[in-house]
Structures are given as C-alpha cells and as structure tokens.
C-alpha cells in the first residue's frame, strides 16, 4: 500500500430510509478541478471543501469551496494559507473551519493549521500541531474540542485535543493496538470513535470509543465487512454510516454499514453506485447528503461529481372512479414508518394506500409526505375529479368590432367544451376567438362534457353592419369677440380631435378666441371604433377694422337736406356709444346711446336757437367733449 495516496469525499444523506428501497442520484459537480484528498467542514446550511489533489494530473491545490445545500449555488471563498497540500485534517466548531496538517510535493509534511471565519471570508493562523508535521490523521469534535491523532509518516497512534476557547493542544492516551493511518473518527452522545485505517501490514476494521471523562479507549464490535483504509464515516438518526475506502492492496470497495452505538451493532445499507472510492469524510448537515469527489481510479485520479440518496422511486399513483369523486391513492415507496396524504380539499390520510371522496369537481393539489426515523420526503401531483352535475355551460364574450371577432371564455374550465359558433365553424378549446365572415344574428351553443354528463347554453350574438365615419365642419367667426366658433356635422364618429394651428383639442365643437387675422389650417379627425375620418380647411380671418369715430363741429337743421342732423360716424358695429348735449348754460338738453338716433337739433319737441352748444361722448371707456354750432 502506498501511504501517500489519501483522498478526500463528503457524504451528506438526504430522505435515507432505513430498510426500505433507496437509489443514489448524480445531484451536481464541483465547478473546479478534478481532486481527491480534500479537507472540508460543515457550517449552517453549507459545505466547505478544499486544498486536495489529482495524482493522474499532477496536480495540488489550496483553494476553498462553499456549496449552500438550501441554495444549491456554488461559491468560491478565499484560499486556505500556506502551502498547497493533500490529505489535511478538516473541522468545524461553534460556526468556525479549521484546516491544517497535510502533505506537500515539496516540504512534505506540514504542522500548520488555520481557523476561517464565513462572514468575514477571512482565514487566521491557530498554534501548530505540537508533535510536528503528519498527513492521513484522524479527527473528531467533542463539544469545543477538536481531537486530531494517528497519521503518517510515520506511523503514528497518539491523539492531541484542540481547546478552540484557549487555542491550545494537549495530548491525550494514545490509541490502544498498532499505530496506524487513515482511519475515520466520528462523536456520539459525548464520545469519540476511531474506525478503520491501515497499519504497516494491514488493513484493518476495528472500532474503538474514546471516553474524554476518564480518557480511557475501549473496544467496540468491529465492521462487519473487511479491513478497509480511507473509509467515509457521517451521523444520520442516531446510526453512523461507515463505507468504500480501499482493502490494504489497493481495491476500491464500495459497500456501506451503520452502526447503532447504543446497542454496538451494525446493519448493511445499500451501496455506493461507483465501483468505489477511498479516503473520504463525511458530514450530516440538516439531513440532506451528498457526496463529492474522491479517488476513483488506480491511478489516483480525482473527480468531481456530488452523488445525492434519495428514495426509489418515490411517486404517487392514483385512480379514480367516474362521477362519484373517489379517488384511490397508493405510493410506489415502501417499509416507512409513516405516510401523511394531503388531498387538496383540507382533508388528510395516513396509510401507504388509501381511497378519498371529493364532493366537488376541481383539479386538487395532493402531496404525500414520507417519515422515517428522522427523515422526510415530499412528493406532490395535480388530480383532476368529475362529479355529476358538477358542470356550468355559461359564458361570456368581448366583441372586438373592428375585426368582427368574438373572444369566448368559460365559467367552467375543468371539463371537456364544445362551440358551435352559428356560422358552420366549431372549436373545441377552452377559450377561444372566433372571427365572423360577415354581419348578422348568430347562435353560439356551448357545451360542456365529461364521463358524467353533458351540459349547453345557447346565446344569440348580432353583429352590426358598421357605417364608416365622415368627418366634415363649418365655421363661423363673431367680429364683435374675434370668436371662431366651429360646427361638427360629422357622421358616425364618437371622439373628436381637432388640429387647429398649433393646438389640439378633443371636444365635439370647441370655441377659439382669436387675436389676429390671417389663415388658420384647421383638421377635423372623427373616430369610430377602428374607423377614422378626417377633413381640412384653411380658413382666413379677415382684418379687424381700426375703429374710427367721426364727430362734426357743426350742423344746420334747416329741412334742407343736409347736415340736418348732429350724427356721429363710427364704423364700429358691436360697442355702442352714449351721447350728452349741453346748451351754454349747462343744461342737458340731449341724451342718446346709438348711433341710430342723432340729435335733430330740438329740445322738448322744440327747435333750440343758433348757437354753440357742447357734447360729451362716452365711447370704449374713453370720454370725448367738445363744441358743435348749430346754425339757421
């Protein structure tokens, strides 16, 4: 045997069912270099695994892995220090990693070991292995206590405690019979186990405790298979599972065995799918299990792959009974200790086969939790259930009147439908979308069918002959308020969009105010459904008049003909205006307010004298005063 080739696998087991029928399953791959003779701890809901090597690449390694088992997600974490080794010892205590120990290519065995924080991704130096450097070591944790002994080269048989708290190592009994390397060591219930490993001429299967209370070692029932080096070791329901390693001529060995500390017996478990592996450790960490890479070969090559253990074939078969709702349920998992069903309803079952009524039609969610010892396993399906009357033909429809298309959706999805959409077309969807060649009255039936029974509504759909929009206008303007009032005679549409210069307003008839004359480009868009329409006018504004107001200094009221009468010109139609006469004393002889009514020179029905009189005009909130002669 060579003493060097020490490889390193994780074992964390998941739905293990003792005694009942398991498989191993291929559950993922080391995103990093084919390796074996890692070290690795368990902390929380991760894994740790580093340094190792692959002898047929020639290749060693220092680096760290966490896989997250509730995750499943893959990280790198920060190299271990020191120098890049093979066969370390690996350990965790109170939420810490330590790692050390080992073999490199160059100064061969290494005494060093280092203490890694996960929420700080950071590694610190701990005091050294006291007797020196040493490869292939066994090592288990009591409490705070790390307990690290046995190894190579030489061979070794003492054991070293490790106080995390005081950072300090002191040497206990060493192990009784010859000294010996890579064996496993695993903890129960406060005592320490040393199993398996290979002296100088053997491989060998013994099994002894380790009491740290009267630090005394006593001897246990051996492994029932043969002597074996590099053997995996984890806890899982108060056993401790042992298997694969080598025999002390190199063979790969593949079968596996729990141990019972309470009663010191042992039980065959199923084996390992390869055709073996060697030097591994193992980790129990919340009850899910893989195990990852390891020497595979003669060669020493490495691997990759993560085996997981679940239970065979564990499914769900049903059957159910049309129209009454009975549904029988059995699961291809057998020897549990129990069975919890779940049938969607709010109703459960215990028994490995059992037979439920639904009293609803539905599609229910049934899940079937398997327990053993203290495993669990989950597994779920979907059941759909007929019952009779258990149907509903009623539905609705949109109208998409563009396209002359009907979208149609159920009440009832569970079951099988039929339309007949009244044109000679039918569709046996769920939901579905007719589109109509042409308008006019139809009559949609839908039916609804199952084992039980059959069920149909019939509605009647009209589909209008749609007229298409015509946008058309006019428009007027007020000169008096400079308004443009616009008058909507479109056809059909019920939104309005007009574009009238740079503005655009939505209103069936707006109202603009304008300040200036000139052209105004004008569009109308008329919308109905997907119809449109739109027209165009350029529309001018004539030029607001300047506002002109003429007032005579003079006139004759002799029946003449001309200027008979005081008037005043203004060519401004929408402000009227207001008029005063005074006579030379003061007195108002005149009062008028339009321009249709000029002052005829006579002052209570009587011709007023020649003279010169005064005016006031109040026009536009202005005041114009001044003289007029009335002359004979």
């Not at 074996?36 to 580093?50: K, L, T």
């Not at 207001?578 to 030379?584: A, D, P, Q, S």
């Not at 026009?619 to 114009?624: I, L, R, S, Y």
Request: proline content about 5%; hydrophobic content about 35%; charged content about 10%.
């Amino acid at each position: 045997m060579n003493g060097r080739i020490i490889l390193v696998c994780i074992f964390i087991f998941t739905g293990l069912l003792l005694n009942a029928q398991v498989t191993w399953q291929l559950a993922t791959n080391l995103p990093a270099q084919t390796r074996g003779a890692h070290a690795g701890f368990a902390i929380d809901n991760s894994i740790y695994i580093g340094t190792g090597f692959d002898a047929a690449i020639n290749s060693y390694y220092k680096d760290l892995w966490e896989y997250n088992t509730i995750t499943l997600v893959w990280t790198q974490k920060a190299d271990i220090p020191g120098n890049i080794r093979y066969a370390a010892s690996g350990f965790s205590i109170n939420g810490y990693g330590y790692i050390g120990l080992g073999w490199n290519p160059s100064t061969f065995q290494l005494n060093d070991f280092y203490k890694f924080d996960p929420v700080s991704n950071t590694w610190t130096s701990i005091s050294p292995f006291p007797p020196g450097g040493r490869y292939t070591s066994s090592t288990f944790v009591i409490g705070n206590d790390a307990y690290v002994g046995t190894g190579y080269i030489p061979l070794q048989s003492d054991f070293w405690k490790y106080n995390s708290t005081i950072d300090a190592w002191t040497q206990i009994s060493s192990v009784p019979g010859s000294p010996r390397q890579s064996a496993i060591g695993f903890e129960y219930n406060g005592i320490g186990f040393l199993c398996t490993g290979a002296t100088s001429s053997a491989a060998i299967k013994d099994l002894i405790a380790y009491n740290p209370n009267t630090n005394l070692w006593t001897v246990k029932t051996p492994l029932p298979g043969p002597g074996r080096y590099g053997a995996f070791t984890f806890r899982l329901c108060d056993r401790i599972f042992i298997g694969c390693g080598s025999n002390f001529n190199g063979t790969m060995l593949n079968d596996v065995y729990s141990y019972d500390p309470a009663n010191d017996s042992w039980l065959t478990e199923p084996a390992f799918p390869t055709n073996g592996m060697r030097h591994s450790v193992g980790f129990s960490l919340n009850n899910i299990g893989y195990v990852t890479c390891g020497i595979i070969s003669s060669t020493n090559a490495g691997s990759t792959a993560i085996y997981k253990l679940n239970l065979n074939d564990h499914s769900i078969v049903y059957s159910s009974t049309p129209c009454d709702g009975v549904v029988s349920f059995s699961t291809t998992t057998t020897n549990a200790q129990n069975y919890t069903w779940y049938f969607g309803d709010g109703t459960s079952g215990n028994a490995p086969a059992v037979a439920h009524t639904y009293t609803q039609a539905g599609t229910y969610h049934v899940q079937l939790i398997v327990n053993h010892l203290c495993f669990s396993d989950t597994t779920d399906t979907w059941v759909t259930v007929n019952t009779a009357n258990s149907m509903n033909a009623q539905f609705s429809y949109l109208l998409d009147t563009c396209a002359s298309t009907l979208h149609f959706t159920p009440n009832d999805t569970l079951n099988t439908h039929l339309w007949d959409f009244g044109d000679g077309n039918t569709s046996t969807a769920t939901s579905t979308t007719h589109t109509y060649a042409s308008h006019g009255s139809f009559v949609v039936t839908h039916s609804v069918y199952n084992a039980c029974d059959t069920l149909s509504v019939i509605m009647p759909v009209v589909l209008n002959q749609m007229v298409p929009v015509v946008a058309q206008f006019e428009v007027s303007i007020d000169t008096c308020s400079s308004q443009l009032n616009f008058i909507n005679t479109s056809v059909g549409g019920t939104q309005h969009v007009w574009y009238i210069g740079m503005d655009t307003m939505h209103a069936y008839a707006p109202q603009l105010t304008v300040t200036e004359s000139g052209n105004f480009p004008i569009t109308l868009v008329t919308i109905y459904a997907c119809f449109t329409d739109s027209v165009f006018l350029n529309y001018h504004v004539p030029v607001l008049a300047n506002i002109n107001l003429f007032i005579p200094n003079a006139f004759s009221p002799n029946d003449d003909g001309m200027n008979d009468f005081f008037k005043i010109n203004n060519n401004d139609v929408c402000n009227p205006y207001k008029i005063l006469i005074f006579n030379r004393w003061g007195e108002k002889i005149y009062d008028a307010t339009s321009a249709h009514a000029p002052w005829d020179g006579r002052y209570k029905s009587k011709p007023c004298p020649a003279g010169l009189y005064y005016y006031a005009v109040f026009f536009n909130n202005e005041v114009k005063r001044g003289p007029v002669m009335l002359l004979k």
